[in-house]
């Protein structure tokens, strides 16, 4: 009876670990990707403060570019900054999050093959 308990403690361990750890690497991917938005940002500001105020800039809208004023490129990217800045500072804490829970998931699991030496064999036995 207790071996079954043992088991199921196991199998429903496992499931939080695999999902925790998945949710883990979407995180990192979305930091990932905001950090390239961030630095695609910030190298665009970048060249446009190299640019004279009375310069011709075109912004891309699909297939089309239209027309815009230095100062609204200028304003548009350093929001795009600002907002790459914020969403990975808010990735950052959920990645932290996910990392305690994977430890704490870890420690559970190793608690439970602890107490149940016999849970521990037969989990070898099966993964060879």
Not at 12 to 36: D, H, Y
Not at 87 to 106: C, D, F, N, R
């Amino acid at each position: 009876m207790a071996d079954e308990a043992n088991r199921k403690a196991f199998l429903e361990i496992q499931s939080r670990m695999i999902e925790s750890t998945a949710k883990l690497k979407q995180v990192q991917n979305q930091i990932r990707s905001k950090e390239g938005e961030k630095k695609r940002a910030y190298l665009t500001l970048e060249e446009l403060r190299q640019l004279l105020d009375d310069t011709n800039t075109y912004k891309s809208i699909g297939r089309t570019f239209v027309l815009e004023p230095k100062s609204v490129l200028m304003d548009e990217q350093e929001q795009k900054l600002k907002d790459s800045e914020a969403a990975i500072s808010a990735l950052e804490k959920s990645k932290e999050y996910l990392e305690k829970q994977i430890a704490e998931v870890e420690n559970n699991l190793r608690e439970l093959l602890q107490q149940d030496p016999g849970l521990a064999r037969q989990i070898m036995s099966m993964s060879v």
